[in-house]
């Protein structure tokens, strides 16, 4: 098993920065990868951005390239989830995901594990 607990978020003016934090724990795999999901109310899960641990390779939705920067702490296990220039379209609950890196990184069903979700509200 593999527990992730996220951090951050909150409340931020449009244009303003936040950043999410996901630490995982446990039964970790050797070579996995990391990924930011959100929600928004009435809307459908959708991907915000994915690494990976063994190239450092990254992946974004084009509607957060440029303004979000996914990155990580390998000895830490931890991923970073930078967001600026924030709109308030960007509000929602930012989950985020860990699974084996193989296969996709863009479907929410292909990750194993998901961190408790925080909420992220940009107002106009």
């Known amino acids: 098993q593999v527990q992730l607990v996220q951090s951050g978020g909150g409340l931020v003016q449009a244009g303003g920065s936040l950043r999410l934090s996901c630490a995982a724990s446990?039964?970790?795999?050797?070579?996995?990868?990391m990924g930011w999901f959100r929600q928004a109310p009435g809307k459908e899960r959708e991907f915000v951005a994915a690494?990976?641990?063994?190239?450092?390779?990254?992946y974004y939705a084009d509607s957060v390239k440029g303004r979000f920067t996914i990155s990580r702490k390998t000895a830490r296990n931890t991923v970073y989830l930078q967001m600026n220039s924030l709109k308030p379209e960007d509000t929602a609950v930012y989950y985020c995901?860990?699974?084996?890196?193989?296969?996709?990184?863009?479907?929410?069903?292909?990750?194993?594990?998901w961190g408790q979700g925080t909420q992220v509200t940009v107002s106009s």
């Open positions: 446990g039964r970790t795999f050797s070579r996995y990868a």
């Open positions: 690494i990976t641990w063994s190239g450092g390779s990254t």
């Open positions: 995901a860990y699974k084996e890196a193989s296969g996709s990184y863009y479907y929410g069903r292909a990750y194993d594990y």
